[in-house]
Each structure stands twice: as C-alpha cells, then as structure tokens.
C-alpha cells in the first residue's frame, strides 16, 4: 500500500525492474520471443564469417536453426537449416559448398539460391523424379534478413517493420559514418562471449557504466565512469552507454586502429555503445 502512494505521490522519480519471471520463467521467455524478438529485427552473425560464395554456416537463434549461404551472386541468404524432405538439418558446422547444399539424409540438393534442384531415387531406383512431387514448391525456406554494416540481422516472422525504418534512427545519430567503409580482419577481429543468463540481464549491464570501477578497472582508469552517458532513445528503437575518453591502446607491435576520414572532432575521443 505505502508503495502504491508513494507511486501517486512520485510518479515521474520511482523506477522499478521487471518481474523475476522474466529473467527466469520459460513461458514468459517463449511469449517474449514471439512478441518481442521475432517480430523484430535481430543481428546473428558478421557477414565476414561467410566470406566467399559457397560458404555456408549454421545458427541457431532462440531454438531456430538457421543457416547463412553466401550465394554464387556474393549475396548472403539466411534460410531454415531444414530440409524440406523429412526435416533433416542441412549444415551442422561450417562448410564450404561447391555446387549445391546437399541433405545429409538422402541427398536432395538445394541451390545457393535455395531451389531443390535434384531428388536422387525419389520415384524408385534410378528414377529421380516423381509426378506428385512439386519441387518448384520444396525448395529450402527463406529468413527475412538484410546485411548491415557488415551485420546480418533477421526478422524471423516476416512481417516486422521494414529493415530501413527499423535502422534509421540508429543512422540518424550516427551519420558521420554512414557511408564509411567497414573492414574486418579475419577470425581475430571478433570474438565470442557465452552468457550464462537471459539476454536481458545481459543487455542491461551494457547500458550501464555503473559497474565499471569494479569489474572493469583498468578500462576505467582512462575512461572513468564520470565519463560516460546514457544514450536513451524513443520506446521501441535503442538505448546504450557513450563515453568521451576512448582512446584505445597499441597492440603489441604499436598499431592502432586507421581512423576513418573527414570524421568531426569529437569522435577522436568518443565512443558509443548501442
Ligand atoms: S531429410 Fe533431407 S533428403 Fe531426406
């Protein structure tokens, strides 16, 4: 009750986290995925990891398995890692395909551009077809996705808002690099974090700096906590952290990072987080 007066009496200066449900309850997780993830867009891969045609690379997201195909055009696919025959999945590790994307199971293969292209002894042995079967229908199917700033992003449901109103808030506040080449340097320029937690927890501890004279100390002895922001857009587009002492260090042979060109001063020293 006290709680419920002082939310009428304060109304603009109490905050409260969610309920311990959605960090650990899995019917909450399973309906946020539905209503929250795969409505929307979400980044699953550098394109760089896919990087010549033929190339293809399994993922699975949120119990997804989806497979990333660098096609014979240089354009990356993103399809369902299952084949259309018995539900077979397609590709379990990386691998580079030289024709075609072949099942595992009984051999129907797909092209880079996802149509079934052959059914070995579908019909009988030897007989390789079958007049009840519609491969013009089975091919493999497609994943909503568009390749951003070297990032492949999806909408599993197909229907979310389209990638270009999704992405253009974010391009607004970081326009002085839209257009900049992005390089990437191999397997190295990388690398892969396993979060033991539900995602949020791990998306709140990035926005925050709170934690960085303690977890963090040597980051924070060149970029301290008090030099850093709240980046806090509209409900529904991003938020994040920015600080405005990132100076980032020499490697062990002296190098640092080429900086772009024609970039406003204040972006010597600034980074942001999203
Ligand atoms: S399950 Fe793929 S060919 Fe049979």
Redesign the pocket.
């Known amino acids: 009750m006290a709680e419920a007066d002082d939310n009428q009496s304060h109304p603009s200066t109490l905050a409260h986290g969610l309920s311990n449900a959605h960090y650990i309850d899995p019917d909450v997780h399973a309906r946020e995925n539905e209503a929250v993830l795969f409505t929307s867009w979400s980044s699953i891969r550098f394109a760089k990891d896919i990087p010549n045609p033929g190339d293809a690379s399994p993922v699975e997201f949120l119990g997804r398995p989806l497979l990333l195909v660098r096609g014979k055009d240089d354009d990356l696919h993103v399809f369902e890692n299952v084949?259309r025959?018995?539900?077979?999945v397609l590709v379990d590790k990386p691998t580079t395909f030289k024709g075609v994307i072949r099942?595992p199971?009984?051999?129907?293969c797909y092209g880079f551009n996802a149509a079934l292209k052959t059914t070995p002894h579908v019909g009988g042995p030897g007989i390789h077809d079958h007049p009840d079967m519609d491969k013009e229908n089975l091919g493999l199917v497609p994943v909503r996705s568009q390749v951003w700033m070297g990032i492949i992003f999806v909408n599993i449901s197909g229907d979310g808002q389209a990638f270009s109103d999704y992405i253009a808030p974010v391009e607004a506040r970081w326009s002085d690099f839209m257009g900049k080449p992005i390089f990437h340097a191999g397997e190295d320029s990388s690398f892969h974090l396993e979060v033991n937690c539900n995602w949020k927890l791990a998306i709140e501890n990035y926005c925050e700096s709170y934690h960085l004279p303690w977890v963090h100390p040597a980051l924070n002895q060149y970029s301290k906590l008090e030099d850093h922001y709240k980046i806090i857009e509209e409900a529904g587009q991003f938020s994040g952290q920015g600080t405005r002492v990132y100076a980032p260090s020499l490697d062990e042979t002296g190098h640092r990072f080429i900086k772009f060109e024609g970039l406003p001063d204040k972006w010597d020293t600034a980074g942001e987080y999203i």
């Not at 199971?105 to 129907?108: C, K, L």
């Open positions: 084949c025959h018995r539900g077979m099942c199971y009984h051999s129907w």
